[in-house]
């Protein structure tokens, strides 16, 4: 899911990340929502709003949404930097990075909440900050590793394609075009896992409240920790072939092992 | 060394932005603060064609009569998050948060119930608050206060 980079990624490595990271970005969104009466998967609709207080002349609101619109670019930002300087070292460790930070940002949320909140604005805006960098960063990852392919925390431009490859199916020839099917997969995929994340957050939210933020880490551990599994079995199975009698180069199946795990080989 | 500085520009003039936006204005936290006198109910259908328009009085009885805050004329917004409701019969003590950019007014009661309203103008001397309703036919309900103290 997080190994591989760009055009090296194959659709079923773009399912995975998609459906997962739509999946938390959902249930994210629809938390802070019913806890804090705004979005923070998506900024669309801050845009708009920022202009309507402009407008209405609400300094103090039109800088709450600007922070938020900044944090979510700044969570975008620091995500592609994780991955254009450290890419080089080690794939994963890069691509890892910032879903490690996105994590301890929810975690954060989710601590606050349960034992310090007071519900005063200013706590609410700041955790809404928290929450918008954390989309930021995850949105940022999916799109700059599949080479803008995926992105899950908010769904205008997907639908826009969906829209878009419908109309083109009408066609024979571009329904048996692979490339297309495929994307139309991912894209519904990412729809509806996103879809379920909402519903499972805000039937979840009633019983666990902020709680429901760990189960969000939990499932961004989960993208993490499979890839880890696989580098580990790679690792364990490239070991085993070393020590064959075969006579085999072992310098290129670790090599191969090494290219496989998305750690540079020089 | 010249890209970091643009960099380092961009993102201290946001953060410049951000500052001088937050501080060129009170929190709404702040503004509330004080006593505020319900003016006027009114009532907006969503449904133009109904033929009923409501008064004041009217709205008040029926889009008001599932809430609290129904038969209160001011309402004193004391720090600390708690609200007085005084009606011409009693006075009631609900808490009160301001969630979102500042533009929810959530009022909690002792049973742990919340009412939540869109704060949809709150200046120094005026205050309007939005929620749902339904009436007889569904529609947005809209309360207006002046600022007394």
Same mark, same amino acid.
């Given at each position: 899911m997080l190994r591989k980079f760009s055009?090296?990624?194959?659709?079923?490595?773009n399912l995975k990340l998609g459906t997962l990271t739509a999946f938390s970005a959902g249930m994210v969104n629809i938390a802070s929502l019913m806890i804090f009466f705004s979005f923070s998967s998506n900024v669309t609709g801050h845009y708009a709003i920022l202009a309507e207080e402009i407008l209405k002349g609400n300094w103090y609101q039109a800088g709450v949404v600007f922070s938020w619109i900044f944090l979510f670019f700044f969570g975008s930002f620091v995500s592609n930097m994780m991955v254009i300087y450290l890419n080089g070292r080690n794939a994963y460790f890069a691509h890892a990075l910032p879903i490690i930070l996105e994590i301890m940002c929810l975690v954060s949320v989710g601590i606050y909440g349960q034992f310090f909140y007071r519900e005063t604005l200013t706590e609410t805006e700041a955790l809404l900050c928290l929450m918008l960098f954390a989309m930021g960063l995850q949105n940022g990852l999916t799109a700059s590793i599949s080479n803008f392919a995926v992105k899950t925390t908010h769904l205008t431009g997907i639908t826009t394609d969906l829209g878009i490859l419908f109309s083109m199916f009408t066609m024979k020839k571009f329904r048996?075009?692979?490339?297309?099917?495929?994307?139309?997969?991912?894209?519904?995929?990412?729809?509806?896992?996103?879809?379920?994340?909402?519903?499972?957050?805000?039937?979840?939210?009633?019983?666990?409240?902020?709680?429901?933020?760990?189960?969000?880490?939990?499932f961004l551990v989960l993208v993490i920790a499979y890839d880890f599994s696989k580098i580990r079995l790679l690792r364990y199975l490239a070991v085993n072939r070393t020590k064959e009698p075969v006579s085999r180069d072992p310098k290129s199946e670790t090599r191969k092992v090494r290219q496989e795990e998305g750690i540079s080989v020089v | 060394m010249k890209?970091? =500085?643009?960099? =380092?520009?961009?993102? +201290?003039?946001?953060? +410049?932005?951000?500052?001088s936006l937050i501080s060129s204005a009170p929190s709404p936290e702040t503004v509330i603060l004080g006593? *505020?006198?319900?003016?006027? *109910?009114?009532?907006?259908?969503?449904?133009?064609?109904?033929?009923?328009?409501?008064?004041?009085?009217?709205?008040?009885?029926?889009?008001?009569?599932? =809430?609290?805050?129904?038969?209160?004329?001011? *309402?004193?917004f004391l720090p600390g998050g708690k609200l007085k409701l005084s009606g011409k019969k009693n006075d009631k003590i609900v808490s009160w948060r301001i969630k979102g950019r500042g533009h929810i007014l959530e009022l909690k009661y002792d049973n742990n119930s919340k009412e939540h309203y869109n704060l949809t103008r709150l200046d120094g001397d005026k205050m309007v608050l939005n929620f749902e309703s339904d009436m007889q036919v569904r529609g947005i309900a809209k309360l207006t206060f002046e600022k007394l103290l």
């Amino acid at each position: 899911m997080l190994r591989k980079f760009s055009n090296s990624r194959t659709l079923d490595d773009n399912l995975k990340l998609g459906t997962l990271t739509a999946f938390s970005a959902g249930m994210v969104n629809i938390a802070s929502l019913m806890i804090f009466f705004s979005f923070s998967s998506n900024v669309t609709g801050h845009y708009a709003i920022l202009a309507e207080e402009i407008l209405k002349g609400n300094w103090y609101q039109a800088g709450v949404v600007f922070s938020w619109i900044f944090l979510f670019f700044f969570g975008s930002f620091v995500s592609n930097m994780m991955v254009i300087y450290l890419n080089g070292r080690n794939a994963y460790f890069a691509h890892a990075l910032p879903i490690i930070l996105e994590i301890m940002c929810l975690v954060s949320v989710g601590i606050y909440g349960q034992f310090f909140y007071r519900e005063t604005l200013t706590e609410t805006e700041a955790l809404l900050c928290l929450m918008l960098f954390a989309m930021g960063l995850q949105n940022g990852l999916t799109a700059s590793i599949s080479n803008f392919a995926v992105k899950t925390t908010h769904l205008t431009g997907i639908t826009t394609d969906l829209g878009i490859l419908f109309s083109m199916f009408t066609m024979k020839k571009f329904r048996e075009n692979e490339m297309l099917v495929g994307k139309a997969k991912l894209l519904l995929s990412i729809v509806l896992a996103y879809v379920l994340g909402a519903v499972f957050s805000g039937l979840s939210y009633f019983e666990i409240k902020f709680k429901v933020f760990y189960v969000v880490s939990f499932f961004l551990v989960l993208v993490i920790a499979y890839d880890f599994s696989k580098i580990r079995l790679l690792r364990y199975l490239a070991v085993n072939r070393t020590k064959e009698p075969v006579s085999r180069d072992p310098k290129s199946e670790t090599r191969k092992v090494r290219q496989e795990e998305g750690i540079s080989v020089v | 060394m010249k890209i970091t =500085l643009v960099y =380092l520009t961009v993102f +201290l003039t946001g953060i +410049l932005v951000f500052v001088s936006l937050i501080s060129s204005a009170p929190s709404p936290e702040t503004v509330i603060l004080g006593e *505020w006198k319900e003016m006027k *109910w009114e009532y907006e259908k969503v449904n133009k064609s109904e033929n009923k328009d409501y008064s004041s009085h009217e709205t008040q009885e029926q889009a008001g009569q599932h =809430l609290i805050i129904h038969q209160a004329e001011n *309402w004193t917004f004391l720090p600390g998050g708690k609200l007085k409701l005084s009606g011409k019969k009693n006075d009631k003590i609900v808490s009160w948060r301001i969630k979102g950019r500042g533009h929810i007014l959530e009022l909690k009661y002792d049973n742990n119930s919340k009412e939540h309203y869109n704060l949809t103008r709150l200046d120094g001397d005026k205050m309007v608050l939005n929620f749902e309703s339904d009436m007889q036919v569904r529609g947005i309900a809209k309360l207006t206060f002046e600022k007394l103290l």
